[in-house]
Antibody, heavy 114, light 114 residues
Framework: EVQLVESGGGLVQPGGSLKLSCAAS????????MHWVRQASGKGLEWVGR??????????AYAASVKGRFTISRDDSKNTAYLQMNSLKTEDTAVYYC?????WGQGTLVTVSS | DIVMTQSPDSLAVSLGERATINCKSS????????????LAWYQQKPGQPPKLLIY???TRESGVPDRFSGSGSGTDFTLTISSLQAEDVAVYYC??????????FGQGTRLEIK
């Protein structure tokens, strides 16, 4: 059974940093591109970015709204993807989901507030 | 970025009746080299992550009931639920993955029972 479990969310002040993790199991993690998608309360889905597999040079891409502030990485030995979020803004408050091509985690809530 | 626009924003349909949701992209998501439309549909129920229903515009994901179908090509797409069931109440999103540097979602369509 495929499982994606996000962790690391919480309350952080504007300008602060947070690192989210996505632990994967039940599929060949090393061969899969991994994405992060966020959803503010009561709002729609916003793609944050993705990281491709080693075979695709771990290429990353980001939404314009987070480029330069967020960094996606992965550790294939741990079957885990990461989302490093710096210079956080109140508008980054959302549930953050990780996903592969098909499956989604349950999400982790990030709240940016003073 | 490719802009995805869904219509209507909300929809109320009687049980057993047909529900139709439209999605229009600001540019074609049909890749000519393989004749595939890079368009997916997701269902999201309250408090849950999105669930993949349809990919390549018309291919049903494993386990998705056959009352769900996708159609369209180029810039205009449709998700049809042939006979609405109570468990289909959800928000539905289309998403393009033609541009892998910037994946985008529609704003969502809320489907309710009339």
């Amino acid at each position: 059974e495929v499982q994606l479990v996000e962790s690391g969310g919480g309350l952080v002040q504007p300008g602060g940093s947070l690192k989210l993790s996505c632990a994967a199991s039940g599929f060949t993690f090393s061969g899969s591109a991994m994405h992060w998608v966020r959803q503010a309360s009561g709002k729609g889905l916003e793609w944050v970015g993705r990281i491709r597999s080693k075979a695709n040079s771990y290429a990353t891409a980001y939404a314009a709204s987070v480029k330069g502030r967020f960094t996606i990485s992965r550790d294939d030995s741990k079957n885990t993807a990461y989302l490093q979020m710096n210079s956080l803004k109140t508008e980054d408050t959302a549930v953050y989901y990780c996903r592969d091509g098909i499956h989604w985690g349950q999400g982790t809530l990030v709240t940016v507030s003073s | 970025d490719i802009v995805m626009t869904q219509s209507p924003d909300s929809l109320a349909v009687s049980l057993g009746e047909r529900a139709t949701i439209n999605c229009k992209s600001s540019q074609s998501v049909l890749y000519s080299s393989n004749n595939k439309n890079y368009l997916a549909w997701y269902q999201q129920k309250p408090g849950q992550p999105p669930k993949l229903l349809i990919y390549w515009a018309s291919t049903r994901e494993s386990g998705v009931p056959d009352r769900f179908s996708g159609s369209g090509s180029g810039t205009d797409f449709t998700l049809t639920i042939s006979s609405l069931q109570a468990e289909d109440v959800a928000v539905y999103y289309c998403q393009q993955y033609y541009s892998t540097l910037s994946i985008t979602f529609g704003q969502g369509t809320r489907l309710e029972i009339k």
